[in-house]
């Protein structure tokens, strides 16, 4: 069984640039969630993806957006980048969120530094 | 957004020494998960928790679900140095997104 794997594992990017982030899920999930990690704090949740659809959104702006593809890997892409932007990025994959909550798994991550 | 507050805020313990952890929140939460994150690693889930008053175990470590349901305690026995990490609790809102604690760290000394 594999498990949730992220790409790149760190990335360096001034303001104003664009960044797309990837993300596999664990063999077996359809689900998809991002969350963003700053230094010191616990993760912050963006959105979730099932069937290739957004499935919830945290309180981020629509700089932040996402793409799930029919093999259930996913996208985090975030436009006009901003120094506060700079954080460790989460995939988690899970089964179909169904009337109770589901396990996610979580993978390694991207640190993105915004310069 | 909206965290969960964790006490203490880090821990400097001795190796075989018991370690205890809680996560107060302002709501209630039907399920309460305790993750261990390791530098540059993703959260590895630890113990889950998904009744008010219960009790669980996970080798060394046991977690309860606090019976007003805004609490969750996490107590580790005979601490060892690879529990060395950061501690989250978690609570789920609807089906989708996980809401995290502000963290403990814990630190073991030989």
């Known amino acids: 069984e594999t498990g949730v794997t992220q790409s790149p594992t760190h990335l360096i990017k001034t303001r104003g640039q664009q960044v797309t982030l990837r993300c596999s899920s664990q063999s077996g999930h359809n689900t998809v969630s991002w969350y963003q990690q700053a230094l010191g704090q616990g993760p912050q949740f963006i959105f979730q993806?099932?069937?290739?659809?957004?499935?919830g959104r945290g309180n981020f702006p629509p700089r932040f957006s996402g793409l799930q593809f029919p093999n259930y890997s996913s996208e985090l892409n975030v436009n006009a980048l901003e120094l506060d932007d700079s954080a460790l990025y989460l995939c988690a994959s899970s089964l179909d969120p169904d009337t109770h909550y589901n396990e996610q798994f979580f993978g390694p991550g991207t640190r993105l530094t915004v310069l | 957004g909206q965290q969960l507050n964790q006490s203490p805020q880090s821990m400097f313990i001795q190796e075989g020494e018991d370690v205890s952890m809680n996560c107060t929140s302002s709501?209630?939460?039907?399920?309460w998960l305790w993750y261990k994150q390791d530098p540059g690693e993703g959260p590895v889930l630890l113990i889950a928790l998904y009744k008010a008053g219960e009790l669980t175990s996970n080798g060394r470590l046991t977690a309860q679900f606090g019976i007003t349901r805004k609490d969750s305690f996490l107590n580790i026995s005979a601490s060892i140095p690879s529990d060395v990490g950061i501690y989250f609790c978690?609570?789920?809102?609807?089906?989708?997104?996980?809401?995290f604690g502000t963290g403990t760290r814990l630190q073991v000394f030989p």
């Open positions: 709501s209630i939460f039907n399920t």
């Open positions: 993806y099932y069937r290739e659809e957004e499935n």
């Open positions: 978690a609570g789920p809102r609807g089906t989708d997104k996980l809401i």
